[in-house]
């Protein structure tokens, strides 16, 4: 398509139901077949640079006819979380990981139609969506929210686990041999957990009040129940997985605590061997620096010299190494080389 106008910067994609084939139609034959059409599946793909002006006089809901007021949110860039039923017709701003990063994608769901919109192909779930479609065979349109819901869902619990993999994999390398990068990528892992409890919880809470009320409504098919409930049950799954990956984090900062100070225990026990060796000699060498009268009148020969200068200390440093090496820091220093 061509990129003349805002309208036509837009890349509409149709997916067939129940068989998941795609093709791609014009924006005027979207506009057409969500009017009239019984079931209909539409990914949007909005370029990654759009003319704000000219986002923001023509909003992706008006350049599909879907003329509501209260769709001035969909289709645009840096919107919070969003859960809303509107009447007829409920919308989502849903959080995805994509790419070791999260993005944004907006659905609108009425009885006849889904409407898919993100920005690139990079937070695109039509892949994934058309083989859940191959799969599951949805008898409408809300039951392909569902599995898109779903599928947002999903990228969230990989992430979390291929960052659990990745933190228990520096715990055991730092035991095998403790690095000062390691710590720096233990900080990136825990604020990507951070990164993802942060925009999936107020994501889940605002669709756990919509379903809430929805639920509530004697009106509300079984069908669609089943489908809510399946849902919060894997968005809870989904939130330990991050909690989990949290707790990861904070186990390998504090093993590697315990490995820094175990090292430093042994520097401590190194110093400890030193002072004790050392602090006879010292009490020797001042002693024997003092001018009192039996050191300077009485010590006068060479052998006097040698027998006390230099032999209490021979026999101060041989007297600590027995006492040290029966000793418990001994033993411990041996054990920790």
Not at 188 to 195: D, F, G, K, P, V
Not at 215 to 243: H, N
């Amino acid at each position: 398509m061509g990129h003349g106008t805002s309208g036509e910067a837009m890349i509409v994609t149709v997916v067939s139901v129940p068989d998941g084939g795609t093709a791609r139609i014009s924006v005027a034959e979207a506009r057409q077949r969500l009017a009239t059409d019984q079931f209909l599946l539409l990914d949007v793909e909005l370029p990654d640079e759009e003319d704000p002006a000219a986002a923001a006089d023509e909003p992706v809901a008006r350049r599909l006819g879907l003329e509501d007021e209260d769709l001035g949110w969909f289709g645009r860039r840096d919107e919070s979380v969003r859960a809303e039923f509107l009447g007829g017709a409920a919308g989502f701003v849903v959080p995805v990981v994509h790419d070791g990063d999260i993005v944004q994608v907006h659905a609108l769901a009425a009885e006849r139609f889904l409407v898919v919109v993100h920005w690139g192909r990079r937070a695109g779930l039509a892949d994934a969506i058309t083989a859940q479609l191959r799969r599951e065979r949805p008898s409408d349109a809300v039951a392909s929210l569902f599995l898109l819901l779903q599928e947002a869902l999903v990228t969230f619990r990989r992430a979390a686990v291929r960052a659990v993999l990745r933190v228990e994999e520096l715990e055991d390398d730092m035991f095998e041999g403790r690095r000062p990068e390691q710590i720096y990528l233990l900080s990136q892992e825990r604020r990507w957990s951070a990164r993802l409890h942060h925009a999936l919880l107020p994501y889940l809470q605002a669709v756990e009040e919509v379903i809430t009320r929805r639920m509530m409504s004697p009106d509300f098919p079984v069908e669609r129940q089943r489908l809510a409930l399946e849902f919060q049950r894997t968005a809870r799954l989904v939130l330990a997985d991050i909690e989990s990956l949290q707790d990861a984090a904070r186990r390998a900062f504090a093993s590697y605590g315990s490995l820094v100070a175990g090292e430093q225990n042994g520097v401590i026990n190194r110093l400890a061997i030193v002072s004790v060796i050392f602090l006879p000699l010292s009490f020797l060498t001042g002693f024997f620096g003092m001018n009192f009268e039996f050191l300077t009148n009485r010590l006068e020969t060479r052998d006097e010299f040698w027998l006390l200068a230099v032999g209490l200390q021979l026999v101060a440093v041989v007297g600590s190494l027995v006492l040290l090496h029966r000793s418990r820091i001994w033993r411990r220093l041996r054990d920790d080389d």
